[in-house]
């Protein structure tokens, strides 16, 4: 029954979510200048990751992908004496970008890598990430297969592809010829994934003692591990057991309410609740905030409390879940015209099928729900990070009207309407992301010794995120015209410059392609009259 039970859950969840198919591979890099044997950023003020605030005019000289000098030139508003900047060298390339502010690259902690069913390839995806800033990313189940994603992995450390760096955690399970139905199955497999080179696992749940064994194996490895704690099992093991027995990060938000029930252990399923059933599914999620314990309460700062000592990571992903609290909002996006695929367009239409597409009849008692559920969720998140908790930022794009590399800006602002400080939520995006993967050593501040991974702005990010996106923040000027600025100008990877802007113009014209051939227009659920799934 056990072996039944393990082999249906994994099975639903693959053929409904993410393993359904490789996309198309990202071919090879005709994009980006570089990299130098010297490159000096020129003039920019720095906003380094580590929660400390901007200071500039500054040089910034990298030699061979290793930042080597980080230099102060002057002070605002006077202008630089040449004659006291650091020299550059034959062969080297000077970046003029004076006036300009520059951040470490992000770190998305939860970036699918396209999908088939969303007709989303690897070339779409990367682009849209780097024309964000996103300069690494954790694939949290290696949907297009551990090889594939290994192959792009390394592809991406030699800079053949416009790709982030890449850091691959299996679903647990998956390549297993049998079910596993033992803890002993268990650790075998844990061994085999680590022998095969992925840098982590990413769990949905399973028997518990089956996830203790599995954790533990890991652990003893070295390896690192992530949790989406999916209902099926939730209710016997929640994020507490995950991260006493060695879970590194929880995804999303699933299993810390139910950590923090205090009359129940269930949470109020209504009794004709058909996990299946999307809007089913997502309906009671957006009631389950309610159910757990009162902010500031005794057993809430309990749990709290065992988390922070476990030094546990909570990437909260808030973006995805966004269209349950505003639907005609988030479809209503103003990227979605130029840059979201049609095949990806008909994904997100109400859907029986295409997971996340769970607007069967979704109204106004649903929204003030999850609205609801938000405010209690950003509470446990905010004094979390307030504690010393550390919290990351993460998209899981590709579902639910949210756009790759677009959606992880937004995850950038609803960590600010948390209550991170613009300052906060650039550590989490930055310095969180590379300590929960184990690459502050390499990336993650703006450092000498680390690596030239660089997001370079002509606005200043903390006065306004907006300007953060691809198409930029509405301005009016002193001279009344509508203007946009902002969207990166740069991004640096590996010391290899790539205009950002042009990035996100090579994605617009595959969609614009896209649409020609199959004669297409956007158009809102409902409105052609034709039958939806």
């Known amino acids: 029954m056990k072996k039944l039970y393990t082999y249906l859950f994994l099975f639903l969840f693959f053929s409904t979510s993410i393993l359904s198919a490789q996309v198309r591979e990202a071919p090879d890099r005709f994009r980006g200048e570089g990299p130098y044997n010297q490159l000096i950023i020129r003039g920019i003020t720095l906003i380094n990751g580590n929660g400390a605030p901007p200071r500039g005019p500054m040089d910034i000289v990298v030699e061979d992908n290793k930042i080597v000098k980080i230099a102060v030139v002057g002070y605002p508003g006077v202008e630089i004496d040449d004659t006291k900047r650091p020299q550059l060298k034959d062969g080297g390339k000077e970046l003029d970008c004076e006036g300009m502010y520059l951040l470490p690259g992000f770190v998305d902690m939860h970036g699918h890598i396209g999908g088939k069913a969303q007709g989303a390839d690897a070339e779409y995806v990367f682009k849209l990430w780097m024309g964000h800033g996103i300069t690494t990313v954790?694939?949290?189940?290696?949907?297009?297969?551990?090889?594939?994603?290994?192959?792009?992995?390394?592809?991406?450390?030699?800079?053949?592809?416009?790709?982030?760096?890449?850091?691959?955690?299996?679903?647990?399970?998956?390549?297993?010829?049998?079910?596993?139905?033992?803890?002993?199955?268990?650790?075998?497999?844990?061994?085999?994934?680590?022998?095969?080179?992925?840098?982590?696992?990413?769990?949905?749940?399973?028997?518990?003692?089956?996830?203790?064994?599995?954790?533990?194996?890991?652990?003893?490895?070295?390896?690192?591990?992530?949790?989406?704690?999916?209902?099926?099992?939730?209710?016997?093991?929640?994020?507490?057991?995950?991260?006493?027995?060695?879970?590194?990060?929880?995804?999303?938000?699933?299993?810390?309410?139910?950590?923090?029930?205090?009359?129940?252990?269930?949470?109020?399923?209504?009794?004709?609740?058909?996990?299946?059933?999307?809007?089913?599914?997502?309906?009671?999620?957006?009631?389950?905030?309610?159910?757990?314990?009162?902010?500031?309460?005794?057993?809430?700062?309990?749990?709290?409390?065992?988390?922070?000592?476990?030094?546990?990571?909570?990437?909260?992903?808030?973006?995805?879940?966004?269209?349950?609290?505003?639907?005609?909002?988030?479809?209503?996006?103003?990227?979605?015209?130029?840059?979201?695929?049609?095949?990806?367009?008909?994904?997100?239409?109400?859907?029986?099928?295409?997971?996340g597409s769970y607007w069967h009849y979704w109204g106004t008692e649903e929204e003030v729900a999850w609205k609801k559920n938000y405010q209690l969720w950003m509470t446990f998140i905010n004094e979390y990070k307030n504690r010393g908790g550390r919290v990351t930022a993460g998209s899981d794009s590709g579902f639910i009207y949210q756009l790759y590399g677009f959606a992880y800006i937004r995850e950038l602002e609803l960590l600010r309407e948390a209550g991170f400080h613009p300052l906060e939520v650039i550590r989490s995006a930055t310095l969180n992301g590379a300590e929960a993967l184990g690459m502050d050593d390499q990336i993650g501040t703006v450092e000498v010794g680390k690596l030239a991974d660089f997001v370079i702005l002509e606005e200043n990010p903390l006065q306004n995120m907006k300007t953060l996106y691809g198409t930029g923040a509405i301005k009016l000027t002193e001279d009344n015209e509508v203007v946009r600025v902002g969207g990166v100008k740069y991004t640096v990877k590996d010391g290899i410059i790539f205009d950002a802007k042009q990035l996100l113009e090579d994605v617009k014209k595959m969609v614009a392609a896209q649409k020609t051939r199959e004669d297409y227009e956007i158009e809102q659920p409902g409105m052609n009259k034709t039958k939806e799934n």
């Not at 949470?267 to 299946?276: I, K, R, S």
């Not at 065992?306 to 992903?317: A, G, R, S, V």
Request: charged share 25%; glycine share 6%.
């Open 138 to 355: 954790r694939d949290p189940a290696c949907g297009n297969g551990l090889d594939w994603v290994l192959s792009h992995r390394k592809r991406s450390e030699t800079n053949e592809i416009t790709a982030p760096r890449i850091s691959a955690y299996t679903v647990f399970g998956q390549g297993s010829e049998e079910p596993i139905s033992t803890p002993e199955m268990a650790r075998a497999w844990v061994r085999s994934n680590a022998q095969k080179g992925a840098n982590g696992i990413k769990f949905f749940g399973a028997p518990p003692e089956i996830m203790a064994a599995a954790l533990d194996e890991n652990k003893k490895l070295g390896l690192r591990s992530a949790c989406h704690h999916a209902q099926m099992d939730v209710g016997r093991w929640n994020v507490l057991h995950s991260a006493r027995a060695g879970l590194t990060t929880m995804e999303h938000w699933y299993g810390l309410p139910e950590a923090l029930f205090e009359d129940k252990t269930v949470q109020h399923y209504p009794l004709d609740y058909n996990y299946q059933n999307e809007q089913h599914r997502f309906k009671e999620a957006g009631r389950l905030w309610t159910q757990a314990a009162e902010p500031y309460s005794d057993h809430w700062n309990k749990v709290m409390q065992e988390l922070l000592d476990l030094d546990f990571t909570i990437d909260p992903t808030f973006n995805i879940y966004e269209a349950s609290r505003d639907l005609q909002r988030t479809r209503r996006l103003e990227w979605h015209e130029e840059y979201t695929m049609p095949s990806l367009w008909r994904f997100y239409m109400p859907s029986k099928i295409s997971h």
